[in-house]
T-cell receptor, first 112, second 114 residues
Framework: DADVTQTPRNRITKTGKRIMLECSQTKGHDRMYWYRQDPGLGLRLIYYSFDVKDINKGEISDGYSVSRQAQAKFSLSLESAIPNQTALYFC???????????FGPGTRLTVT | DQQVKQNSPSLSVQEGRISILNCDYTNSMFDYFLWYKKYPAEGPTFLISISSIKDKNEDGRFTVFLNKSAKHLSLHIVPSQPGDSAVYFCAASPYMEYGNKLVFGAGTILRVKS
């Protein structure tokens, strides 16, 4: 089984809808991250969490919110989706001792 | 303003030859660098890293070189294999910054032709 899982893997939604992307991990890591990938821009950090009680904004947090329900679960919400939030979204985890991050398989989100 | 730049969107190499992927950075506080590899429909996977106290790190067919004065790093793959065809991301992090945040480049698509 994968160490970092994301649901759903693909989602098409309409402008103005609320949508939640979920991430779960079995690696036992404290730190979790949400990124989005756009062509030509690489991966950009949306939010990150170092433990259940710690949530921090990343580079592009506007229009997004997150919830850290448990050490293993970190959800990303789009309160009112807009077309320019169409992207590939990745969840990642890391432990406190190194720089390496472990990524989930991604969620492809399309907002029409 | 991109702090990590991969100026070549794509690279095509013949099987068996060397692939060289380049990355430049602007933030002098970056002190640890990583390369990730990404196949379609999968998440990025860690490939190799280097800290600023070194100028070279090698792992099998993969070698990363760091030139701090030029703020430049490169990934060499020798010999290149068709299975190396993927998107390669360069990433950087300030040393000892709380949280291990990474800043990624835009990626380079590598195609290895057989």
């Amino acid at each position: 089984d994968a160490d970092v899982t994301q649901t759903p893997r693909n989602r098409i939604t309409k402008t103005g809808k609320r949508i939640m992307l979920e991430c779960s991990q079995t690696k036992g890591h404290d730190r979790m991250y949400w990124y989005r990938q756009d062509p030509g821009l690489g991966l950009r950090l949306i939010y990150y969490s170092f433990d259940v009680k710690d949530i921090n904004k990343g580079e592009i947090s506007d229009g997004y919110s997150v919830s850290r329900q448990a050490q293993a679960k970190f959800s990303l919400s789009l309160e009112s989706a807009i077309p320019n939030q169409t992207a590939l979204y990745f969840c990642a985890t890391s432990d406190g001792g190194g720089y390496e991050q472990y990524f989930g398989p991604g969620t492809r989100l399309t907002v029409t | 303003d991109q702090q990590v730049k991969q100026n070549s969107p794509s690279l095509s190499v013949q099987e068996g030859r060397i692939s060289i992927l380049n990355c430049d950075y602007t933030n002098s506080m970056f002190d640890y660098f990583l390369w990730y590899k990404k196949y379609p429909a999968e998440g990025p996977t860690f490939l190799i890293s280097i800290s600023s106290i070194k100028d070279k790190n090698e792992d099998g067919r993969f070698t990363v070189f760091l030139n701090k004065s030029a703020k430049h790093l490169s990934l060499h793959i020798v010999p290149s294999q068709p299975g190396d065809s993927a998107v390669y991301f360069c990433a950087a992090s300030p040393y000892m910054e709380y949280g291990n945040k990474l800043v990624f480049g835009a990626g380079t698509i590598l195609r290895v032709k057989s």
